[in-house]
């Protein structure tokens, strides 16, 4: 029993940290034009909401709209996003 709770403690902030990277998509490139964005998936859906919403954000500091153009699996858990930065 003891041996159970010494690794629920330790498995339980990996899975934490998991969520919060799912959460918090990083851009990995960015040039005015075009970004890549990052996320860490939990399971194999779509690339998650808040890595469009990270597209957006850093296409809008360039006064452009962010446009998905495909994803790829980088890993077993992380996807990438390619984006285009076009005027609208």
Avoid: W
């Avoid at 940290?17 to 005015?32: E, H, M, R, W």
Wanted: hydrophobic share 45%; proline share 5%.
């Amino acid at each position: 029993m003891r041996s159970l709770i010494i690794f629920l403690a330790a498995a339980f902030p990996a899975a934490a940290q998991d969520t919060n990277l799912q959460t918090n998509p990083a851009i990995v490139s960015f040039n005015g034009y075009s970004l890549s964005v990052v996320a860490s998936m939990l399971n194999n859906g779509p690339l998650p909401n808040e890595a469009f919403e990270t597209a957006q954000s850093a296409c809008a500091s360039v006064g452009k709209e962010a446009h998905l153009q495909y994803t790829k699996k980088t890993s077993t858990h992380r996807m990438e996003g390619f984006f285009v930065c076009l005027v609208e």
